[in-house]
């Protein structure tokens, strides 16, 4: 019995999901289900786990966030728009322009919160006001659009189907089956190399469920996206992404830093640490994933608007926290925050299939992050 209930909580998040999804799924009377939609849950919150992967690091600082976001995503895009639009300026240097002013704007207020030790919560708020400002200085309140094709090529478009399959994008479907076989390799391999160690590992028959599950759900996922296009070209961005702050987090001492940090900050500056820096990289990180997201942004909506990027910060917070990232900072990882902010798409989506209020709407994340954050404060009660 005891060992039921250690894998309900440690599997909790991903039950959830997989309960919301049939939900929906039964609710819409199974067009959550439609390759179209499968394809949309991408393409429509892309940015959630480009920013939620970089709000996470915030987080694990010791639980602070990152206010202003949503207004970089909105001035980077703002910039970008303008350059490419209006002053013609070659894609790659706007694109340049683009991470350099999302640096920029990192390097800001990492300096006032990690070296001046100015709380986050008000130089991200003040961030957040002045960005927002600005973009709409810089586009005068008007709309920006077209992007140029070579641009929507990057962000915006589908990987073409090199076996040229007829209604089903066959290129698609052998990622899906390449990504189960790396992902298989890649467990039996680790589980080899703690076993040379001597390290404690999980159940040989827990490892093959795990698989099995991971495995079909990238199969099932990569077969309703071969009915559709295939692969959105914003999805790779998106794996990239994942996978590069997943070895961060997981694999290095930089990672390391952002726990200990969390954890306990004294002990972690006595031991050596320069936890200014730990902070200072954070937000600076925070920033260039920010601009990474405006780019995104404009070529999903094809133009740069002073409303882009409205409360991208709330999801980006909520995905952090509903994917298992303790309020207090030092616990958290890049897959539980990957699963919270699809979670947060599934219910966008699905409340937007049936019709939901967007008032509603507000209401419903508004509750299930509450919730997230209760069951992590509780949690820690019990443990203590």
Not at 162 to 179: D, Q, R, S, V, Y
Not at 206 to 233: D, E, R
Not at 312 to 320: R, V
Request: charged share 10%; net charge positive.
């Amino acid at each position: 019995m005891d060992k039921v209930v250690g894998i309900l909580k440690k599997y909790t998040m991903i039950l959830i999901l997989i309960l919301v999804f049939v939900l929906f799924t039964v609710g819409t009377g199974g067009k959550m289900l439609l390759p179209a939609n499968v394809n949309n849950l991408i393409a429509q919150n892309a940015y959630v786990f480009v920013l939620a992967t970089g709000m996470l690091l915030c987080i694990l600082t010791g639980g602070n966030i990152d206010l202003s976001i949503g207004s970089v995503v909105c001035f980077v895009g703002a910039i970008g728009g303008t350059l490419m639009v209006n002053k013609h300026v070659p894609v790659p240097v706007a694109i340049i322009v683009m991470l350099l002013v999302g640096l920029a704007i990192g390097a800001w207020q990492g300096f006032w919160i990690a070296f001046k030790r100015i709380p986050p919560f008000i130089v991200t708020l003040a961030g957040m006001f002045v960005f927002r400002g600005l973009s709409n200085v810089i586009l005068n309140g008007l709309t920006v659009a077209p992007m140029p094709d070579n641009y929507l090529k990057l962000f915006n478009t589908y990987v073409p189907d090199i076996f040229g399959g007829n209604g089903f994008n066959i290129t698609c479907m052998l990622a899906g089956i390449i990504a189960c076989v790396i992902y298989v390799v890649l467990q039996i391999k680790n589980r080899n190399n703690r076993a040379k160690k001597g390290y404690q590992m999980e159940s040989f028959a827990n490892m093959v469920g795990k698989a099995v599950v991971i495995c079909a759900a990238i199969l099932a996922f990569t077969f309703k996206l071969s009915q559709h296009k295939g692969i959105p070209t914003v999805l790779i961005w998106v794996i990239v992404i994942i996978l590069i702050y997943s070895y961060i987090t997981s694999k290095t001492t930089t990672g390391r830093y952002f726990y200990a940090v969390g954890g306990n900050e004294k002990a972690t500056r006595l031991s050596g640490i320069n936890t200014d820096m730990v902070y200072f990289k954070a937000y600076l990180n925070m920033a260039f994933l920010a601009s990474v997201a405006g780019m995104i942004t404009i070529a999903r909506l094809n133009s740069a608007n002073p409303t882009a990027g409205t409360n991208y910060e709330m999801d980006a917070i909520g995905s952090c926290f509903i994917g298992g990232a303790s309020a207090y900072g030092g616990i958290g990882t890049v897959p539980g925050v990957i699963i919270g902010a699809t979670l947060m798409g599934v219910i966008n989506l699905g409340m937007n299939i049936m019709g939901v209020d967007a008032n509603y709407q507000k209401v419903v994340k508004g509750l299930v992050l509450l919730a997230a954050v209760i069951f992590d404060v509780t949690t820690k009660k019990k443990e203590a």
